[in-house]
């Protein structure tokens, strides 16, 4: 997803490493379309592709679409996610399952179609979550589960196909200012205080990490989780 907030800092700085990006989006058309016309401003190839990464078929349809528009696949980053809240027994059904189909399942699934066409010195990274190993207050133990999922995926993969010599990664990112996190919205101080900093990052200080990664410095990087987080599982 890269229409907003973190995904649009991923997808802006890696068109400025000179690379064609081909990113999703649901809803929000207008945003994704505004970050394609960015792209293109800085010389670079872009497409905004609509699929909803809980669905299969649309995040399957999607991975195809970039082999055609492309012809090629390099680097993936998985960093569609949803952010429930609330006491585990108020949690229904549908909820457990959608938040498992988007953020575990849809990653997994578009890693699994990527797999047919990353080459050697491929990427695969993950955005997960500091919530995956520090949990200081309630009520977020079905996300914390969810992004946990995503450490043992990304060292179980990488196992998988280091002998291709594809890196896989996972970025943990903490509080960070955006439309769904604000850093001067009514929670921010009171999130500030959990952190070793005193101030929340921003979308570019994850897609900083990911350019490494992503670039020929991470090449003997795999199967880590890198936390981004102002200190906040210090």
């Given at each position: 997803m890269g229409a907003g907030g973190i995904g649009a800092a991923i997808v802006k700085k890696i068109a400025q490493e000179e690379a064609k990006v081909a990113?999703?989006?649901?809803?929000?058309?207008?945003?994704?379309?505004?970050?394609?016309?960015?792209?293109?401003?800085?010389?670079?190839?872009?497409?905004?592709?609509r699929a909803d990464s809980g669905n299969p078929g649309e995040i399957t349809e999607a991975v195809e679409q970039t082999i055609a528009y492309f012809g090629q696949l390099d680097i993936?980053?998985?960093?569609?996610?949803?952010?429930?809240?609330?006491?585990?027994?108020?949690?229904?059904?549908?909820?457990l399952n959608h938040t498992l189909d988007v953020n575990v399942r849809g990653v997994f699934?578009?890693?699994?179609?990527?797999?047919?066409?990353?080459?050697?010195?491929g990427r695969i990274i993950s955005i997960g979550s500091s919530f995956a190993y520090h949990v200081p207050k309630?009520?977020?133990?079905?996300?914390?589960?969810?992004?946990?999922?995503?450490?043992g995926f990304t060292k179980g993969l990488a196992r998988d196909i280091g002998s291709r010599k594809i890196t896989v990664n996972a970025v943990d990112p903490g509080p960070i200012n955006t439309d769904m996190s604000s850093s001067d919205g009514p929670n921010a101080e009171k999130i500030k205080s959990l952190l070793a900093l005193d101030h929340f990052g921003e979308g570019e200080d994850i897609a900083a990490t990911v350019a490494h990664l992503a670039g020929e410095s991470g090449r003997f990087i795999t199967g880590t989780c890198v936390a981004v987080d102002g200190g906040f599982g210090a």
């Open positions: 990113f999703t989006y649901v809803h929000a058309e207008e945003k994704a379309q505004k970050v394609v016309s960015e792209m293109k401003a800085l010389g670079q190839q872009g497409v905004a592709i993936l980053v998985n960093n569609a996610g949803i952010f429930p809240a609330g006491p585990p027994e108020a949690v229904t059904l549908e909820e699934i578009t890693t699994q179609t990527a797999l047919k066409y990353l080459k050697e010195g309630p009520d977020f133990s079905l996300y914390s589960m969810t992004k946990s999922a995503l450490i």
